[in-house]
DNA sequence: CGTCAATATCTGTGATCACTAATACATTGA
DNA sequence: TCAATGTATTAGTGATCACAGATATTGACG
């Protein structure tokens, strides 16, 4: 890693790359919700640049499909559909279980003290009920162990499905109280890890997924859905 | 459903959205080459556009990873790289194994009796040596299997691997006879699904896609590597 | 004849404007 | 009172221009 290369500017990435950068990073966090509408014109006038920019980062998001482009209307979170929640948790549970597999041989101790840690800290989020910090903080735990499994294409496929599910996560979870079983669930997954059985190790990621699914199924049914 | 709105022209979708499709299926069937400058202003012009939708199109790509966006010079295909090739048919493999095996329940007769068209015309490209009406039928073959899957996000992700591996396939198959082994795979996968056997069939395509990193080790070991 | 600097010619990026289509709302008619 | 219609607003799309950075070319000098 040498030093800067720019010799006065810190060399900024482009601008419509910060802005897909910081939509997708929402997206993931849960801040937009189902339906929400995503104008060019408002967006680039809360970042203050024009529109050039907001529509690329648009046009990219809409087509990784993490947002809808509507013929000649504006751009939109998709609607919350059973079908296609349930399709992408299928899949989420399915990658993440191949990626925790790959990584689990590759962790380092010293890794795997960081998932310890942070297991830890997530429980307490779920005690003070802190669902913002809990967000964050699973997310790196995740991701932490899908960087590991050292599959470039995986670790993508799988972020693009949280892009995905993450308004969902907005709309069902972001105001509810955590339920307590999800407490020490991560930390059992790390302790998984760090005895090395991978078959474990992926079998608590996909149990961990699939509350997904069965929040879901309960929430449709409480009569929710609009 | 009202008359065309328009009063001469037949709504087509939008330029940009063509183009991208275009450059996609280019990808898909290998038409360029891994390495290969993709320059805004010139595919605009062969185009016949502005550089407007173009550059939209080349943004999208990048952003699915078809492509890479070097720092301030052109848009190009990645380079043949052993280990992110590898890791590709890697992914194909699982997630083509999985489509395959969602399929198998929901296929029509009618569908399998078109696989099994499909595959025996296949085998006659091969004898033929017509690798450009295989590599068409291919692709219908396998998607009208991953279609029946009735998983979107799943048929999604399994394309953009296709125009991940698309130009390795131009730089490697394109050119060379198609081993005779290749016969009645297709068949035999049709087979497996008309007497829908998923594990089977599933077990079937993911050898059909090992061949890829066979034939590539093969391929970098001769020294072909640039 | 070789090396290096100046420059000309690409590249993508961002801003601005013109255009068309779709929505919202008010006006008008029955 | 309600429905149809027309208009104003707002949406994304595409073209054009100005700009900065990177490469390739060319020229001069050692």
């Known amino acids: 890693m040498k030093a800067s290369p720019a010799s006065k500017s810190i060399a900024q990435p482009p601008m419509s790359d910060r802005i897909y950068q910081s939509l997708k990073w929402s997206l993931i966090i849960g801040e ?3 339906g929400s509408d995503l104008s060019i014109r408002s967006l680039a006038k809360k970042m203050g640049t024009s529109t050039m920019p ?3 980062a648009l046009t990219r998001l809409a087509s990784e499909r993490l947002l809808l482009s509507s013929v000649k209307r504006s751009y939109k979170v998709a609607e919350l559909d ?3 929640v349930a399709d992408q ?10 990626a925790t597999r ?3 041989p590759n962790l380092t101790t010293e890794q795997i003290a960081e998932l310890e840690t942070l297991a830890s800290m997530m429980d307490k989020d779920i005690e003070g009920g802190s669902n913002e910090n809990y967000i964050v903080r699973n997310y790196n735990f995740h991701f932490s ?4 499994s050292q ?3 995986l670790f993508w496929s799988i972020e693009r499905l949280w892009a995905q599910t993450g308004p969902y996560l907005a709309q069902v979870v972001r105001n509810q109280t955590m339920p307590d079983e999800w407490q020490v669930l991560h930390s059992n997954i ?3 890890i760090k005895s090395r059985n991978a078959d474990l190790a992926a079998q608590l990621i996909e149990k961990d997924i699939s509350w997904g699914v069965e929040t879901f199924e309960a929430f449709t049914n409480s009569g929710a859905s609009k």
Chains 1, 2 share one sequence.
């Open 32 to 34: 937009y919700f189902p």
């Open 54 to 56: 907001v529509r690329e």
């Open 82 to 84: 059973p079908k296609r």
């Open 89 to 98: 948790f299928f899949l989420r549970a399915r990658l993440e279980g191949i």
């Open 102 to 104: 790959l990584a689990v």
């Open 145 to 148: 162990i899908y960087a590991a």
């Open 151 to 153: 599959n470039e294409e």
């Open 190 to 192: 790390a302790k998984a």
